[in-house]
């Protein structure tokens, strides 16, 4: 089991049935990686199985002012609700003294729908997918869906408390992808996200657009502190 930073109160349990996936050991049974390796390099996939996170900048380029006003129109047209947590449907719950996000889930038709009406936001999603895709054809990870979500910390110090994206009994996250969208972020805005190192340190990350956040779903303990303006996530998650 991971070592639990100190300052945490109660948090799920990491999933036992979720071992870390040890992406050099399977990259090396493949010849030809390098041919197919585009947006990760050896040394990304390195650092995933050391520390369990990678940070890439610049991951989209031109046109990251646009997506922003797509995701902000999402929000100004009530589209995004409250979060909830729990591990099943039926027992989902809300509170905001844990989480303080909207959301909107960008899934089936709802993901088919961004081509027309957000196909900024569209484009960021099949790239992304695209990452999953890479990662099956050079690393034998095997996985098949991906799940993706819009989320807005709407400041007046919103935040989300210390947890996991994968524990026990609950969703078999594997990887997580989350991709910034806050275009002229200063400290002052807050919403960083603090990484819990495994000997107790914590990294501060802070949420600037076009900044792709890469984690092992059942490895890394994280937070949201908090935000002081509108910050907004894509969130995807490779099963």
């Known amino acids: 089991m991971e070592k639990i930073p100190s300052c945490l109160e109660a948090v799920e349990e990491p999933d036992p049935r979720l071992p870390a996936f040890p992406f050099l050991e399977h990259l090396s049974k493949n010849p030809n990686y390098?041919?197919?390796?585009?947006?990760?390099?050896?040394?990304d996939l390195q650092t995933l199985d050391e520390d369990g996170i990678v940070i890439k900048d610049?991951?989209?380029?031109?046109g990251k002012d646009l997506m922003r006003?797509?995701?902000?129109?999402?929000?100004?047209?009530?589209?995004?609700?409250?979060a909830g947590m729990g591990k099943l449907k039926e027992q989902r719950w809300k509170d905001t003294s844990v989480r303080g996000d909207v959301i909107i889930w960008l899934n089936g038709k709802k993901r088919e729908d961004c081509e027309t009406?957000?196909?900024n936001l569209f484009r960021?999603?099949?790239?992304?997918d695209g990452l999953r895709k890479e990662l099956n054809e050079t690393c034998e990870f095997e996985s098949h869906h991906t799940q993706v979500q819009l989320a807005c910390y709407p400041g007046s110090?919103?935040?989300?408390k210390t947890h996991l994206d994968s524990y026990a009994g609950g969703t078999s996250r594997r990887i997580t992808i989350l991709y910034y969208m806050n275009v002229d972020w200063k400290p002052e805005d807050g919403g960083c996200l603090r990484i819990h190192r495994r000997d107790g340190t914590s990294i501060d990350v802070e949420p600037i657009a076009d900044r792709l956040l890469v984690f092992q779903s059942p490895r890394i303990w994280?937070?949201?502190?908090?935000?002081?303006?509108?910050r907004f996530t894509l969130a995807s998650w490779f099963y």
Do not use: C, D, M
């Open 58 to 62: 610049n991951f989209w380029g031109e």
């Open 69 to 82: 006003q797509e995701a902000e129109k999402f929000y100004q047209e009530g589209l995004l609700r409250e």
């Open 157 to 160: 110090g919103t935040f989300y």
């Open 124 to 128: 960021i999603i099949n790239r992304i």
């Open 117 to 119: 009406h957000a196909p």
């Open 34 to 43: 390098e041919k197919k390796l585009r947006k990760f390099t050896r040394a």
């Open 222 to 230: 994280h937070e949201v502190l908090p935000s002081h303006a509108h």
